[in-house]
C-alpha cells in the first residue's frame, strides 16, 4: 500500500462531467483488462507496456456519433487508464482513486464491488503519481496539488502539450509509419509503429459508429452530413489530408488518442486547406463555421476546465491570408458559442488587422471571455531571452493552461510545482513555523526571530533565504517529475508529433524533446509585495509600530487591532500605479523569477520559469494562509496572479494597467492578468477600451484576459443560481460557469473590480 495517501481531489475541477455511455459493468471490464494488460507487461520495456495498454481502450473507450456531431470522435474517461494530465484522468498509467471509489457505488453486487477493491489495492503501488508522491511529498514543506496545508505543492503531469500537427497533415498515417521504419528500430520506434497502427483501428471504429448514426435517422440532411464524415475518415486511414474536413478530422482523432487537451495554432494548421477548400468553391465560410462549431462543442465536452487551448495569430505565420481567415470564422464561433471551452486565444502583433481586433472585442463584449489577448511584441522577445532560444523559435510560443508557455512542438513546460509566497513570507516572520498549524516548515534554513531583525534590509534578507531554499525543492521536484514519468511511459502518441522524438529513437522524457523545460505556478506576490510595503513604511521608514507588534496582529487575525489593520490598508497598493508600491512588487517578482530561473539553468533544463497564476489555487490557498501584513484576514482569498488583491485597486483601469505593464515579461513564462468591464462600457465606450488596451500592450503589457458583466449581475446570481445557468466568468488563465464555482471562489471574484 502506498506510503502517502493521494486519495482525493487532485485538480481544480469546476465543470460538470459528462457520464460515460457504457454500463458500470463494461466499464469495470475494461479497468480490468488495462490493469491485466499492465500485469501482463510489468517486466517488459516501458514503450511495450504502454502500447499494448494503450490497445485495450482503443478504440474500445470510443463512443457513439451525437446527432449534432460534423465530425467524429468522443471519448468516455474511467478512473483507471492511461493520460497525459490530470484534468481528463491522470497521467501515464493512471487510477483516480476517489473517482475509483464513487464509481464502486454504481455496482450491484457485492463480487462486482470486491473486484473494485482489487483494482484499487493495486494502483495504491503503481499509479504513476503514487509513485511520485511517495519520495516527494512531506509531513512539513511539501504537499501535494491542491493540499493547501503546505508552502509547497509538488505534482507529476504532462499538461500543456502542444504537438507538431502540421507533420501529421503533410505526411499522413503512412507517411509516418515510413518515418519511423526509417530509423534504428528499438522498442520505442516499434511501440511508435504500433501506435499509428492503432490509429488506423481507431479511425476504422469510428466507420462503423458513422454507419450506426446512418441508420437511425430519415433526414436527407443528417444522411449528407454522416457520409462527408465517413468519407473523411475513410481517406485519411491511407492518405494525406486534402480537404479541411479532412485535416480537421486527423487532427480531432490524434488529439483524443495522444491525450492532449491543448491544440496550439490551428490558424497555421487548418487555415491553409480552409483557404484551398474555398478557393476552389468546395466549401462555403459558411460550411466551415458549422464544422468548427462542431469542434467546439466537443472540445466543450471533454470538459479540462483550464485547458483546451486554440491559438490564431500573431508572428511565425507562413500563410497569412488563409491564417486570418481561419481566425474570423473562430471569432465568429466563439461569439455565437459562448461556450467555457475551448480558451480561444488572440495573439496579436504588428500586422493585426483591424477588423480582427474589433471582431475579439465584439466576441468579448457579448460576455463570451474569449478570445484571451497576448502581446507578440512584448512576449516574442520576452521568450527569446527566458527559454535561451533564438528570435524564429520564439515566435512559436503558445499559451497553455493558465497563461504559461511552451513552444509548439518543441518544448515541455508543464507546471508541476507550486509555491505560496505569503506562507513563506510567514515562516519569516514566526520562526519557521505556519501560524496556522505551528508546524516548523523552513527546513535547515535559521530563521531569527524577529527582537534579532534590525533594519528592513535584514527581514528581507531572511525572506530571500526561505524563499531560497523553497526554490532548490521546486527545481528537485520539477526534475523528478519528469524522471519518475520517464521511468514509467513513453507518451508515444505524444512523442510521435515532439521534435526531434522520431529521429532521436527517444520517447519524450528520455532525451527526445529538444527543449525540456519547466514552470512553477507562484501565489500571494502582490499580497507579499504589499506587506513588504506595509513593513518598510510602517516599522522603518515611519517608525509607528514594531514589526513584532504588526506581527502580533496579524497572528490575532487583527481582532483588537483594528487601528493596525486600518492603518496597513490606508497604505498605497500594488495596482494603483504608484511608484514606490509598484517597485516592491517588481523587486520580488524580480528575485522570485531570476531565483527560479537560474536553478532550472544550473540543472540543465532548457528553462524554467514562473508563471504567475491563481486558476482558483489562489483561493484555495488563501483558506489555509493565515492573516498577511498586506491587510488581508486569515483564510480570505490571496490576490489573483499578478493582479492586485480585491477591493485594493482605487485608481482606475488606466493606473490598474499601468502597475501590470511594469513587471518584465522576460523574467517569467506567463502572467495572468484579468480585468472586468460592463457591457456599457465596452459597447458605448468601445474607442476609449480599445485605446485602453492598445496603450496598455504599448506599455508593455503582455497579457490581458477580459470578464464582460453588468453591475449586480454576480450578485444577484450568487442568490439565484437558477437564473444564470449560462454565465460565463474569467476565474484564472480560464473560464467557468459561474454558479458552478465554490461560494469561496464567487466572493473572490466579486472583490474584483468592475470598470464601468
Known amino acids: 500500500m502506498a506510503k502517502i495517501n493521494i486519495d482525493g481531489i487532485q485538480n481544480c475541477e469546476v465543470s460538470v462531467k459528462i457520464p460515460c455511455k457504457k454500463t458500470p459493468l463494461e466499464q469495470l471490464e475494461i479497468m480490468e483488462a488495462y490493469t491485466q494488460a499492465y500485469k501482463d507487461n510489468i517486466g517488459l520495456d516501458k514503450a511495450r507496456r504502454e502500447i499494448n495498454c494503450l490497445k485495450t481502450i482503443y478504440p474500445v473507450l470510443f463512443r457513439t456519433i451525437e446527432d449534432t456531431d460534423l465530425i467524429a470522435g468522443r471519448l468516455d474517461f474511467l478512473p483507471i487508464g492511461f493520460g497525459c494530465v490530470t484534468s481528463v484522468g491522470g497521467v501515464g498509467h493512471y487510477c483516480v482513486f476517489h473517482k475509483l471509489r464513487e464509481f464502486k457505488n454504481l455496482l450491484e453486487s457485492e ?10 489495492d493495486f494502483w495504491q503501488d503503481h499509479d504513476l503519481k503514487s509513485l511520485y508522491c511517495q519520495d516527494i511529498l512531506n509531513d512539513t514543506t511539501t504537499g501535494r496539488f491542491i493540499d493547501c496545508k503546505y508552502p509547497f505543492m509538488a505534482t507529476a503531469r504532462l499538461s500543456g502539450m502542444m504537438l507538431d500537427y502540421r507533420k501529421l497533415m503533410d505526411n499522413g498515417i503512412n507517411g509516418i509509419i515510413d518515418l519511423l521504419k526509417q530509423q534504428k528500430q528499438n522498442e520505442f520506434i516499434k511501440a511508435s509503429i504500433e501506435a499509428m497502427r492503432l490509429l488506423k483501428d481507431v479511425i476504422e471504429r469510428q466507420k462503423e459508429l458513422v454507419k450506426e448514426a446512418m441508420l437511425k435517422t430519415n433526414s436527407t440532411k443528417r444522411q449528407a452530413e454522416l457520409s462527408l464524415m465517413y468519407e473523411s475518415l475513410h481517406h485519411i486511414k491511407e492518405n ?29 494548421v487548418l487555415g491553409p486547406y480552409l483557404k484551398h477548400d474555398i478557393d476552389n468553391h468546395l466549401i462555403n465560410e459558411d460550411d466551415a463555421y458549422r464544422y468548427l462549431k462542431s469542434l467546439w462543442l466537443m472540445i466543450e465536452n471533454r470538459r479540462t476546465t483550464v485547458n483546451g487551448r486554440i491559438i ?59 478570445p484571451t489577448l497576448y502581446n507578440d511584441e512584448v512576449n516574442i522577445p520576452a521568450v527569446e531571452y527566458a527559454m535561451r532560444v533564438d528570435r524564429e523559435t520564439a515566435k512559436q510560443y503558445i499559451p497553455f493552461g493558465c497563461g504559461e508557455f511552451v513552444i509548439q512542438g518543441k518544448s515541455v513546460g508543464t507546471p508541476n510545482t507550486l509555491l505560496n509566497l505569503v506562507k513563506i513570507m510567514q515562516l519569516a516572520l514566526n520562526e519557521g513555523y505556519d501560524p496556522m498549524d505551528h508546524i516548523y516548515k523552513a527546513g535547515d534554513v535559521k530563521v531569527k526571530p524577529l527582537s534579532k531583525i534590525t533594519t528592513f534590509e535584514d527581514f528581507y534578507d531572511q525572506y530571500k533565504k526561505l524563499l531560497d531554499y523553497y526554490f532548490d525543492l521546486s527545481v ?64 522603518y521608514d515611519q517608525k509607528k509600530y514594531t514589526l513584532e507588534q504588526l506581527n502580533t496582529a496579524a497572528l490575532h487575525d487583527y481582532v483588537g487591532y483594528q487601528q493596525i489593520q486600518k492603518d496597513i490598508l490606508d497604505l498605497a497598493k500594488y495596482g494603483n500605479d504608484d511608484h514606490a508600491c509598484d517597485e516592491m512588487a517588481n523587486d520580488l517578482y524580480e528575485y522570485v523569477a531570476k531565483g527560479i530561473r537560474q536553478r532550472g539553468i544550473d540543472n540543465q533544463m532548457g528553462y524554467y520559469l514562473i508563471v504567475i497564476s491563481n486558476n482558483q489555487t489562489n483561493t484555495d490557498w488563501g483558506l489555509e494562509t493565515a492573516a498577511s501584513l498586506d491587510g488581508r484576514n486569515k483564510g480570505v482569498y490571496m490576490n489573483p496572479a499578478n493582479n492586485p488583491q480585491g477591493g485594493a485597486s482605487k485608481n482606475g483601469p488606466t493606473a490598474c494597467l499601468n502597475s501590470l505593464a511594469k513587471f518584465k515579461a522576460k523574467y517569467h513564462g506567463g502572467s495572468v492578468q484579468n480585468i472586468k468591464f460592463t457591457p456599457r462600457m465596452m459597447r458605448e465606450d468601445k474607442v476609449k477600451v480599445k485605446a485602453l488596451f492598445d496603450t496598455y500592450f504599448k506599455k508593455g503589457g503582455c497579457q490581458l484576459m477580459v470578464t464582460c458583466v453588468d453591475q449586480g449581475v454576480l450578485e444577484d446570481a450568487q442568490i439565484h443560481p437558477e437564473k444564470y445557468p449560462d454565465l460565463i466568468v474569467r476565474v484564472a488563465g480560464y ?17 474584483r473590480v468592475l470598470y464601468d
Open 312 to 370: 490564431v495569430g500573431g508572428e511565425g505565420r507562413d500563410n497569412i491570408e488563409a491564417c486570418d481567415m481561419f481566425t474570423r470564422i473562430c471569432l465568429r464561433v466563439c461569439k455565437d458559442t459562448r461556450y467555457v471551452e475551448p480558451q480561444f486565444t488572440l495573439r496579436l502583433c504588428k500586422d493585426t488587422p483591424e477588423d480582427i481586433k474589433d471582431m475579439a472585442y465584439e466576441c468579448i463584449a457579448s460576455g463570451a471571455t474569449y
Open 240 to 268: 494525406k489530408p486534402e480537404t479541411f474536413h479532412q485535416a480537421l478530422q486527423l487532427f480531432w482523432i490524434y488529439a483524443l488518442c495522444a491525450g492532449v487537451i491543448n491544440y496550439g495554432r490551428m490558424d497555421i
Open 476 to 539: 528537485e521536484a520539477q526534475l523528478y517529475s519528469y524522471k519518475v514519468m520517464n521511468q514509467e511511459v513513453s507518451f508515444i502518441f505524444t512523442s510521435i508529433l515532439m521534435d526531434d522524438c522520431i529521429a532521436r529513437g527517444k520517447a519524450l522524457l528520455d532525451g527526445g524533446v529538444e527543449i525540456l523545460g519547466g514552470t512553477n505556478e507562484t501565489y500571494g506576490n502582490i499580497n507579499a509585495s504589499d506587506a513588504l510595503y506595509a513593513i518598510k513604511t510602517l516599522v
Open 735 to 751: 473560464s467557468a460557469v459561474f454558479v458552478n464555482l465554490s461560494k469561496d471562489i464567487q466572493d473572490e471574484l466579486l472583490s
Open 111 to 120: 463480487e462486482e464491488k470486491a473486484r473494485v477493491d482489487v483494482l484499487y
